[in-house]
């Protein structure tokens, strides 16, 4: 099932993003154990996996965010870990866990993303107004983001990722907390942006969501590549979700809690 490209990617017609032999171990434990993969432009790319598989391990690599012990990334064919001020550029990040400047307003968080990209404030000001408005938080957008609700910081997260109109975004369990008309709302901006040429990477345990939102999705577990494909090649036919328990594993049936049946 998992074809891994191999070698140098192409310089002519680069992938999205390249990922060859990338691993990491964090005290002797394999976190990520060499995985290869491809993100064709244009794409929506999920990425699942169990707890503990290893993609926000694998994400934070991409991103730049953690260096890797082994492989090789390129954003749009330029090497992440030679050229990162470059590969950076032509990224937007949502990352998982990552603390925000959250004694700023929503505004101030979203005005500073920008002007940190080098945008002039006149764009900055009109964009952010945009993203505001598109993600439903105008009326929050002078409150403190350390008063905002869960859902709240990830939309946040989300504009300030979005700001500088990158060619690719890197978003870690975006929809994650995220009230159902916010995530609706969230998914058609991702669409549309697609559509109009960007690249999506999302991770997600929403194995509907990938199935409905996605072109292509990677399934990790233990570190490893599972599968890797279209969603139609990954899931043969079947749901995406019966094709994930098939490859993970790990069902339990609740065996030995006896004790918390209450009749
Ligand atoms: N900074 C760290 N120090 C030590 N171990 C880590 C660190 N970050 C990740 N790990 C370990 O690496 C493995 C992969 O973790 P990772 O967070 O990448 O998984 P994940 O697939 O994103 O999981 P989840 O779906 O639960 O968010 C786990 O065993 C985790 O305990």
């Given at each position: 099932m998992v074809t891994a490209p191999e070698g140098h990617p192409s310089?002519?017609?680069?992938?999205?993003i390249a990922v060859r032999g990338l691993g990491k171990s964090f005290d002797g434990t394999v976190?990520?154990?060499g995985v290869s993969f491809d993100v064709p432009v244009g794409s929506f790319f999920g990425v699942v996996g169990p707890n503990g598989a290893g993609k926000t391990t694998t994400l934070s690599m991409v991103t730049g965010l953690l260096r890797p012990d082994a492989g090789n990334v390129w954003i749009n064919g330029v090497d992440m870990w030679a050229d990162s001020l470059q590969a950076k550029k032509l990224l937007g990040v949502l990352a998982d866990g990552v603390r925000l400047?959250?004694?700023?307003s929503g505004r101030q968080l979203v005005t500073y993303a920008g002007l940190l990209r080098g945008m002039d404030r006149e764009t900055v000001a009109e964009r952010t107004d945009d993203l505001l408005r598109a993600l439903d938080l105008a009326d929050a957008g002078?409150?403190?983001?350390?008063?905002?609700?869960a859902g709240m910081t990830k939309k946040i997260a989300l504009a300030s990722a979005m700001i500088h109109a990158p060619r690719t975004l890197i978003l870690d369990?975006?929809?994650?907390?995220?009230d159902p008309v916010s995530a609706a709302n969230i998914r058609s901006i991702l669409h549309d942006y697609v559509t109009h040429g960007g690249t999506v990477v999302v991770s997600s345990h929403v194995m509907d969501l990938v199935q409905r939102m996605c072109s292509h999705v990677a399934v990790m577990a233990r570190g490893n590549l599972l599968a890797l494909g279209t969603v139609d090649e990954v899931r043969q036919g079947g749901s995406l979700e019966d094709r994930f328990v098939d490859l993970v594993g790990g069902r339990s049936s609740g065996e030995g809690l006896s004790w918390l049946h209450t009749s």
């Open positions: 310089q002519d017609a680069p992938p999205a976190a990520v154990n400047f959250d004694r700023l002078d409150k403190l983001v350390v008063d905002y609700s369990e975006p929809f994650e907390a995220v």
